[in-house]
């Protein structure tokens, strides 16, 4: 596995709020930018105290920073590339408070910074499953005393997908049923494809929507049967519960998709830590990695 990118060479490679903003305008504009008013190859100059540029001809404007996370927020673009920074190399994820401290701004300025950082890693597209893939549901927050198992009150539900030692895709579902998971299996799942899953009768028809379909029946305590199994998944979802746990304490259903989103960036991207940031800095144009 790659070397992490390191804190030193986040720090060599964007010094200042400058530097960031000459990275946006390289991955905007390209090595031959060409002016949008005088429709000629030029060299854009800073304008001062300006996050802005003006072209060498006609002095027409480009503002890099438009269309991105960034153009409605106040805060430096050296803090906001540190935080995407601590995004991308915490294996727990990074609370709001933790963003206050670090980046010395207001809980509130570093709870939206948080969120617009998760809504970029949402753009990822790992493109659809294949090959030996795991599928289950699991079910996050509270529960009421007394009342165990799928649907019990108080929890979110989360549907899972994970190729095995390959990428996973999480969602918020309304609810466990059939008629839910199975058009999800379908559009993320390519056919031919063999989807392991545990006994919950949601999963019966697979086998009739172009998938080989392998079981385990949990409620007997079969964990494994031949080379099926949901180990994978399960060890996903343990993840994400103690990190919400340990680093937000609590999530509510109606962030939890950014928050999946975050997980999922990170998971899918484990095998390049050197890359991920500049990964994450290049879907700033596009929402997809160049």
């Not at 701004?105 to 795991?134: N, P, S």
Request: with cysteine; glycine share 10%; proline share 4%.
């Amino acid at each position: 596995m790659a070397n992490k990118y390191t804190y030193y060479q986040f720090l060599k490679d964007y010094p200042n709020d400058d530097a960031c903003l000459d990275t946006l305008l390289a991955l905007l504009y390209g090595d031959k930018p060409v002016c949008q008013d005088c429709k000629r190859e030029t060299i854009f100059h800073r304008i001062t105290k300006r996050r802005a540029y003006a072209c060498q001809f006609c002095g027409g404007h480009i503002y890099p920073c438009a269309g991105t996370i960034f153009e409605k927020s106040s805060t430096g673009l050296h803090k906001w590339f540190f935080a995407m920074y601590l995004f991308t190399t915490s294996k727990h994820g990074v609370s709001g408070k933790e963003l206050e401290a670090k980046l010395g701004v207001t809980y509130k300025t570093a709870w939206r910074i948080g969120h617009q950082v998760r809504k970029l890693m949402d753009e990822l597209d790992v493109g659809g499953l294949f090959g030996e893939v795991e599928a289950d549901e699991t079910y996050v927050g509270g529960r009421r005393p007394g009342k165990r198992g799928r649907g019990a009150d108080g929890k979110t539900v989360v549907f899972g997908m994970k190729e095995r030692s390959g990428p996973v895709k999480t969602k918020v579902v309304p609810d466990a049923k059939r008629k839910t998971i199975e058009p999800i299996i379908k559009e993320n799942i390519r056919p031919g494809s063999k989807v392991h899953t545990d006994e919950w009768w949601a999963y019966k028809g697979l086998g009739k929507q172009g998938f080989k379909h392998e079981s385990v029946n949990h409620g007997q305590e079969q964990w494994v049967k031949g080379a099926s199994h949901t180990n994978s998944i399960e060890g996903y979802w343990s993840h994400i519960k103690r990190s919400i746990r340990g680093t937000h304490i609590h999530v509510s259903k109606k962030h939890l998709p950014k928050y999946l989103a975050e997980f999922d960036f990170r998971h899918n991207l484990r095998t390049m830590p050197d890359q991920m940031f500049h990964l994450l800095i290049r879907m700033l144009a596009n929402g997809k990695p160049v």
